[in-house]
């Protein structure tokens, strides 16, 4: 199956970050393709490669990073929400691109699946 | 047309105190434009997001209010209010600015159970 | 229809809210601060045993366990992050944020 990721929240505040990637990982173990995470609202704040929590913390940007590098998911943060919130390519993760709703509307369309994580 | 899809957008928070209407209203002007079935529901506070006589200048938001007037000349035709969210608001179908079809909580959640996607705000 | 609610009832309306929408047979999950909702015998526990009589009612293991939930009211099916998937394999899915 292929499954569509619509996350709304920033890492840290909300748990929404953490049950989406938990839910991506155990979508990807059980065989399915995982497209992409369309990052909206807040969401777009987790893919700044600014973020530097502490050690014994998890590295929440890091993370889509891999899924990305490791399972090829986008991560896709939107352009009119990133605008807004001061995130652009230059403060970008590697495996994150910024890119229009109607990119959205596209994974929306081609998936079997849009799940949304938010609060 | 091959590859429709039915994606109900579901408002429920109020205008103003959060961003996440606003932004559920850009992501429905632009979904429009790629000619799948939309519609539009609005369940408890999201009701307020659609109510008249909104004012927006003395908080230095943009209003948005009116915006969703013009989701009918974006064939975004669909627009459901759940009656027990107006009632319990005191609020009437004349408080708001759209027209819209006013259905029970049951005949939204049949709809609701026909799309192929959600889309939470 | 698989319906999600990560809220908390002591904190917002939405288990009440979405329980007015759920067509009989369609699963409810609950998942992060919404698990609160099915520890045993609090506030909404009646509400769940009712809502239960036609529908399937889930909810996130990880999410009991991080906060300390180990009595949970009877008939609520415990998944992990896997079982959600497999919900999600077999439904579309609305989450009540």
Request: aromatic share 8%; hydrophobic share 40%; glycine share 8%.
């Amino acid at each position: 199956m292929n499954i569509g990721i619509l996350l709304k929240e920033g890492p840290y505040n909300h748990q929404a970050s953490d049950t989406a990637y938990k839910f991506a990982e155990a979508a990807i173990k059980k065989g399915h393709k995982v497209d992409a995470v369309f990052l909206y609202n807040d969401g777009v704040t987790n893919v700044t490669k600014h973020t530097d929590p502490p050690q014994d913390d998890r590295h929440i940007a890091k993370r889509w990073d891999e899924l990305h590098e490791k399972h090829g998911v986008q991560v896709l943060a939107c352009i009119a929400a990133s605008k807004r919130r001061g995130i652009n390519d230059d403060v970008l993760i590697e495996g994150a691109e910024i890119t229009g709703l109607g990119t959205l509307t596209d994974i929306a369309i081609r998936n079997d699946r849009l799940v949304t994580f938010g609060d | 047309m091959e590859d429709v899809k039915k994606i109900m957008h579901v408002m429920r928070r109020a205008p103003h105190g959060s961003i996440y209407t606003y932004e559920g209203l850009e992501m429905i002007l632009i979904m429009a434009a790629y000619e799948q079935d939309l519609s539009v529901a609005f369940i408890g506070d999201g009701v307020y997001a659609i109510k008249d006589d909104q004012n927006t200048d003395g908080i230095g938001i943009k209003g948005f209010a009116k915006t969703f007037m013009a989701l009918d000349m974006y064939d975004v035709e669909k627009l459901y209010v759940d009656k027990q969210s107006l009632e319990e608001r005191g609020l009437s179908e004349d408080d708001l600015l759209v027209d819209v079809e006013v259905l029970t909580s049951e005949e939204i959640g049949r709809l609701m159970n026909e799309q192929d996607v959600i889309v939470p705000h | 229809m698989l319906h999600t609610i990560n809220k908390s009832p002591f904190e917002t309306s939405t288990l009440e809210t979405c329980s007015r929408f759920l067509q009989p047979g369609d699963p409810l999950l609950f998942l992060e601060d919404g698990v609160y909702a099915v520890q045993v015998g609090n506030r909404v526990s009646s509400s769940l045993e009712s809502i239960m009589k036609n529908n399937p009612v889930y909810v996130l293991g990880p999410d009991l366990a991080a906060r300390g939930i180990e009595d949970v009211t009877e008939g609520v099916e415990s998944v992990d992050y896997e079982g959600f998937v497999e919900l999600v394999e077999k439904h579309q899915v609305n989450s009540w944020l």
